[in-house]
């Protein structure tokens, strides 16, 4: 009787493992999106050697040049380089996008699991709050905080951060309150493991999935609502290049010329292709991976 | 024995992401008239997948390539929708493991029983579709079934539900009765009283029963005659009795040994699992299916193919070592 | 049986209750009706001697699994006590517990829910070994590899993640992550009803060696008599919340004394075409748990009952040599079963 039932088992098939590291290169949309958004970054990061001129430095002899063989997207009202000025938005207009979900996501993530994982008061408290902020439109909450922190960069982020976090916190509590129940959470309180490592270890991973193909949409949204501050002059301050700022600046000339506007604008649709088939693609390598 | 179904060389193939998964491997085998067919495996072995093909009721990704299914002159997997849909429902009824989830939870009870009837032209008017709802309801073993026509599925236990879907089958007097796993989700005491119901309407109406189970203790109490499934294939087919006395495939003798069984005095016999796991179906091992896992595997039976072979009077098996099998101990 | 009673019970379950509150909403509380009372567990008391293999056996709802998490605190009791080696675990602070816990492990039932999808083999079992710190760090590589082979796993399982594994190979892992803790007690709640029968003997037989092999005692909880039978050495049956009867195997099974007993004996279908009824082993169906029954709880499906049954709730007595029955009428149910017993009606 000892034997048999330990010599039985046969060896593990390993084309899972071989698949899972295939996986990645078998979405289209991954692939696409991912290509894309690199490809910006690095043409960013190559700005100085792809584009001789200044981004800054105004020449006021040589403005409102339509796009040509040497301006290739043409300049603008100070006679600065359009091209350049959208390569060199790129990591500016990235990293908000980046930060500003970055930020949300962790805080509502850390309080959408705490109410989900604890329950009682502590979840009435924070999703009752989370109630409160989600009946403010965003933009509106959004410029109402700038409007009190002064315009700039990081009131930008505070204000993104406090109108944002309360989506991850329902996220996050909608999961916890599935996953509590999974047998391994039950298997690890068997296993004696404290809350804290429950939570961290086995709970919140795992609610990480949907969060994050939330944030790949989310980083869109942000970098329209930055420009639309830009624009409304409550984000990113001029000269420094911003698409939306671009686009702001631009305006007064949009029936004269047409290229100080539409050519950031294509800047901004780029980057949102790039990053919602990226999350696209990113949602199937992880749903998949489940 | 008349034969009512013939079912030759069925073939289903699901695309997957690793490739495609051959579900269904070339099945043939014949539905005789009035009788119980037992379908037996575990989990991927197929046998579900045959019964959802035979009824085009596939998951939208799947694909029955190969293969006929005639039933009375006509092959049910060649008919025209709308002449099919002739055949489904009315001539051709499924009873599946889920119960609950085959009941829509917000129509009523009544409405449900005599929607099939009413659609088939089966009965005239909705006053006499009421009427032999009512009759179904007593016959599936349902108290007061005048009353209960007005309840929601909600309103039903685990068990009551499975009678409903029963009499919903009934409701347009089929000839064939698909069951697939009817008694799976219910408990030991209510499971018993379903499979003794679903027996004793046969056996009253005369209608041919395909049960579909992985329970071989369902199949020994109920069927004629028995299809053994492995990894999308048939292994072995044969009356009900030959198989569990003398069955002539390895795995059907793995898998009788590996059954517990009660005994009436309590004491026990060691069990002897059969080693390994089922294939992968996208990459199923060559020649036999079965041979990674079989105890009488030999060079021959890593390569080819190995097709049903008569074994004896209505006993076939796909095993060409069957004669190297010992009497059952 | 005599020396069962001799050695004192590694663990005994005294009076154990757990009652849910249901319906305990808004509405309930403005109209000031009283909530319903789910009786999940009720006044259940059990003693386990160590070494044995005690199989738990009911329907769904009998509060066979409640019974089992409350065993191991998952599930907070309502009432009664859980004595483990003498020392009642339900008064066990916070802090105490988590240490009892190394001692008193559980085995799931789903494979694939009670595996973190996340985590490697390597991840679950180390992490085990290095919060309980049961074993030196650059000993936990070889301790990993052990437990495998314990279980019949392959070496090179280590570096996978649960989803490469079939049903009865999560199963082995599950039970290895079990293992890990050294626990003196296990229990294994429907450890075998959701993997394949072709695998359900391989885990079967694995739990059987373990026990001899490390000593192990267990409560073995499962909805199938023949699996029940199989490997346990004594067992109760569960009903409505009640314990009904309990026995060892033998005697349980060549003398089952209690109509519910004897009705889930007669409904599962034997694998032996030669054996078969069409009489109907066991009539109705349970009634509702939030109004359960007066009287005996069975009352309603027993062929036996009488205007007793329907008033008094019978008492678990002891018929025999460790034969417990709940029944007023168990010396009027015969068995095996003459052709023409009430139930055949």
Same mark, same amino acid.
């Given at each position: 009787m000892s034997e048999p039932s330990t010599a039985v088992v046969g060896r593990v098939n390993d084309w899972g493992l071989r698949w899972r590291e295939a996986r990645w290169l078998q979405q289209p949309a991954l692939l696409v999106g991912g290509g894309l958004l690199l490809a910006m970054v690095l043409a960013s990061l190559l700005a100085k050697q792809i584009s001789p001129y200044d981004p800054i430095a105004q020449n006021l002899s040589n403005t409102l040049q339509p796009p040509g063989p040497v301006h290739w997207f043409g300049t603008d009202n100070f006679g600065r380089d359009i091209f350049t000025r959208v390569l060199h938005a790129v990591q500016l207009d990235l990293q908000i996008g980046v930060l500003s979900v970055l930020f949300p996501m962790v805080l509502g993530l850390f309080l959408g699991s705490l109410a989900g994982y604890l329950g009682g008061w502590v979840e009435t408290v924070v999703m009752r709050?989370?109630?409160?902020?989600?009946?403010?439109?965003?933009?509106?909450?959004? /410029?109402?905080?700038?409007?009190?922190?002064?315009?700039?960069?990081?009131?930008?982020?505070?204000?993104?951060?406090?109108?944002?976090?309360?989506?991850?916190?329902?996220?996050?509590?909608?999961?916890?309150?599935? /996953?509590?129940?999974?047998?391994?959470?039950?298997?690890?309180?068997?296993?004696?493991?404290? $809350?804290?490592?429950?939570?961290?270890?086995?709970?919140?991973? $795992?609610?990480?999935?949907?969060?994050?193909?939330?944030?790949?949409?989310? /980083?869109?949204?942000? /970098?329209?609502?930055?420009?639309?501050?830009?624009?409304?002059?409550?984000?990113?301050?001029?000269?420094?290049?911003?698409?939306g700022s671009m686009i702001a600046e631009g305006r007064p000339f949009i029936m004269t010329a047409w290229w100080l506007v539409t050519l950031p604008g294509m800047a901004i649709v780029l980057v949102g292709l790039g990053l919602s088939l990226l999350g696209d693609g990113l949602a199937d390598v992880l749903r998949t991976e489940e | 024995m008349e034969p009512i179904l013939e079912v030759r060389n069925l073939t289903t193939q &699901?695309?997957?992401?690793?490739?495609?998964? =051959?579900?269904?491997?070339?099945?043939?085998? =014949?539905?005789?008239?009035?009788?119980?067919?037992?379908?037996?495996?575990?989990?991927?072995?197929?046998?579900?997948? =045959?019964?959802?093909?035979?009824?085009?009721?596939?998951?939208?990704?799947?694909?029955?390539?190969?293969?006929?299914?005639?039933?009375?002159?006509?092959?049910?997997?060649?008919?025209?929708?709308?002449?099919?849909?002739?055949?489904?429902?009315?001539? &051709?009824?499924? &009873?599946?493991?889920?119960?609950?989830?085959?009941?829509?939870?917000?129509?009523? &009870?009544?409405?449900?029983? =005599?929607?099939?009837?009413?659609?088939h032209r089966v009965v005239a008017t909705p006053a006499e579709a009421r009427a032999r709802a009512v009759e179904l309801l007593r016959k599936v073993g349902i108290p007061a079934p005048e009353r209960r026509l007005q309840d929601y599925p909600h309103q039903f236990s685990g068990g009551m539900c499975q009678r409903l879907v029963i009499a919903i089958a009934l409701s347009c007097q089929p000839q064939i009765i698909l069951a697939d796993e009817p008694t799976t989700a219910l408990d030991v005491t209510i499971q018993d009283q379903i499979l003794k119901l679903l027996i004793g309407l046969q056996h009253e109406l005369g209608v041919s029963l395909v049960l579909v189970t992985h329970d071989m203790g369902v199949v020994a109490q109920s069927c004629q005659r028995v299809a053994v499934m492995y990894a999308g294939q048939i292994v072995e087919i044969a009356d009900t009795v030959s198989l569990f006395t003398a069955p002539k495939h390895p795995y059907t003798r793995g898998l009788l040994a590996c059954v517990p069984q009660l005994a009436a005095d309590g004491e026990v016999l060691p069990l002897a699992p059969i080693p390994g796991s089922p294939p992968d179906l996208v990459h199923p091992p060559a020649g036999c299916r079965f041979h990674p896992r079989c105890p009488l595997a030999s060079e021959e039976c890593r390569h080819g193919t190995f097709p049903l072979q008569q074994v004896g009077q209505q006993h076939v098996s796909a095993c060409i070592k069957h004669e190297e099998l010992g009497p059952l101990s | 049986m005599n020396d069962l009673r001799?050695?004192?019970?590694?663990?005994?379950?005294?009076?154990?209750?757990?009652?849910?509150?249901?319906?305990?909403?808004?509405?309930?509380?403005?109209?000031?009706?009283?909530?319903?009372?789910?009786?999940?567990?009720?006044?259940? !008391?059990?003693?386990?001697?160590?070494?044995?293999?005690?199989?738990?056996?009911?329907?769904?709802?009998?509060?066979?699994?409640?019974?089992?998490?409350?065993?191991?605190?998952?599930? @907070?009791?309502?009432?009664?006590? #859980?004595?483990?080696?003498?020392?009642?675990?339900?008064?066990?602070?916070?802090?105490? *517990?988590?240490? *009892?816990?190394?001692?008193?492990?559980?085995?799931?039932?789903?494979?694939? !829910?009670?595996?973190?999808?996340? *985590?490697?083999?390597?991840?679950?079992?180390?992490?085990?070994?290095?919060?309980?710190? +049961?074993?030196?760090?650059?000993?936990?590589?070889?301790? %990993?590899?052990?437990? +495998?082979?314990?279980?019949?796993?392959?070496?090179?399982?280590?570096?996978?993640?649960?989803?490469?594994?079939?049903?009865?190979?999560?199963?082995?892992?599950?039970?290895?992550?079990?293992?890990?803790?050294?626990? @003196?007690?296990?229990?294994?709640?429907?450890?075998?009803?959701?993997?394949? %029968?072709?695998?359900?003997?391989?885990?079967?037989?694995?739990?059987?060696?373990?026990?001899?092999?490390?000593?192990?005692?267990?409560?073995?909880?499962?909805?199938?008599?023949?699996?029940?039978?199989?490997?346990?050495?004594?067992?109760?049956?569960?009903?409505?919340?009640?314990?009904?009867?309990?026995?060892?195997?033998?005697?349980?099974?060549?003398?089952?004394?209690?109509?519910?007993?004897?009705?889930?004996?007669?409904?599962?279908?034997?694998?032996?075409?030669?054996?078969?009824?069409?009489?109907?082993?066991? @009539?109705? @169906?349970?009634? !509702?748990?939030?109004?359960?029954?007066?009287?005996?709880?069975?009352?309603?499906?027993?062929?036996?009952?009488?205007?007793?049954?329907?008033?008094?709730?019978?008492?678990?007595?002891?018929?025999?040599?460790?034969?417990? #029955?709940?029944?007023?009428?168990?010396?009027?149910?015969?068995?095996?079963?003459?052709?023409?017993?009430?139930?055949?009606?």
């Open positions: 709050v989370v109630d409160v902020f989600t009946a403010f439109p965003f933009l509106v909450m959004v /410029i109402a905080i700038i409007a009190i922190l002064g315009p700039g960069l990081t009131s930008m982020y505070v204000a993104l951060t406090l109108a944002g976090w309360s989506a991850y916190a329902r996220i996050a509590r909608g999961e916890i309150l599935v /996953i509590k129940k999974a047998e391994y959470v039950q298997a690890a309180r068997a296993l004696g493991f404290s $809350n804290l490592r429950i939570m961290f270890r086995h709970i919140l991973p $795992n609610i990480v999935t949907p969060a994050i193909i939330f944030a790949m949409s989310d /980083i869109v949204l942000v /970098i329209l609502s930055t420009t639309s501050l830009s624009f409304l002059g409550l984000g990113v301050q001029p000269p420094t290049p911003e698409w | &699901i695309p997957t992401r690793r490739g495609l998964l =051959t579900a269904v491997d070339d099945v043939s085998f =014949t539905l005789h008239k009035g009788e119980i067919f037992g379908v037996v495996g575990e989990s991927g072995s197929g046998k579900s997948m =045959t019964c959802r093909s035979l009824l085009r009721l596939l998951p939208s990704s799947a694909r029955t390539v190969q293969g006929s299914a005639v039933y009375r002159g006509s092959d049910l997997l060649r008919l025209p929708p709308k002449a099919f849909n002739q055949v489904r429902g009315r001539e &051709i009824a499924m &009873i599946f493991q889920d119960a609950m989830a085959v009941l829509n939870p917000v129509h009523r &009870i009544g409405d449900q029983l =005599t929607e099939a009837m009413l659609a | 001799a050695v004192p019970p590694i663990l005994e379950v005294k009076g154990l209750s757990k009652r849910y509150v249901m319906n305990a909403g808004f509405w309930q509380q403005l109209t000031r009706r009283p909530p319903d009372l789910l009786h999940a567990v009720d006044d259940v !008391s059990l003693r386990i001697a160590p070494g044995e293999i005690f199989g738990l056996v009911g329907e769904s709802g009998s509060g066979k699994s409640t019974l089992g998490r409350c065993l191991l605190r998952l599930v @907070e009791p309502t009432a009664g006590q #859980v004595l483990f080696r003498g020392v009642d675990i339900l008064q066990l602070p916070r802090a105490q *517990m988590q240490g *009892m816990r190394r001692k008193l492990q559980i085995i799931f039932q789903d494979p694939y !829910s009670s595996l973190n999808p996340r *985590m490697t083999v390597r991840q679950m079992l180390g992490e085990v070994l290095a919060v309980h710190r +049961l074993c030196p760090p650059h000993r936990v590589e070889a301790r %990993v590899r052990e437990l +495998l082979h314990l279980v019949g796993l392959p070496a090179d399982a280590v570096d996978r993640f649960p989803r490469h594994f079939s049903g009865g190979q999560r199963q082995r892992i599950g039970i290895a992550r079990a293992l890990a803790m050294e626990p @003196e007690f296990i229990v294994a709640d429907e450890p075998v009803s959701a993997v394949d %029968v072709s695998i359900q003997a391989q885990v079967l037989n694995l739990l059987i060696d373990l026990k001899a092999q490390l000593g192990l005692t267990m409560l073995f909880i499962a909805h199938d008599l023949s699996v029940v039978q199989h490997i346990s050495t004594r067992v109760g049956v569960m009903y409505m919340g009640k314990l009904v009867e309990m026995a060892p195997r033998r005697l349980l099974f060549s003398q089952p004394r209690h109509p519910y007993t004897q009705g889930l004996l007669l409904a599962a279908p034997q694998p032996d075409p030669f054996h078969h009824s069409t009489r109907v082993a066991l @009539e109705g @169906e349970p009634p !509702s748990p939030l109004h359960p029954p007066a009287g005996c709880r069975f009352h309603t499906r027993c062929p036996l009952a009488s205007d007793r049954c329907r008033q008094a709730p019978p008492p678990l007595q002891e018929i025999g040599e460790g034969h417990w #029955v709940a029944c007023h009428h168990h010396d009027l149910a015969v068995w095996p079963p003459p052709a023409a017993t009430p139930w055949a009606a």
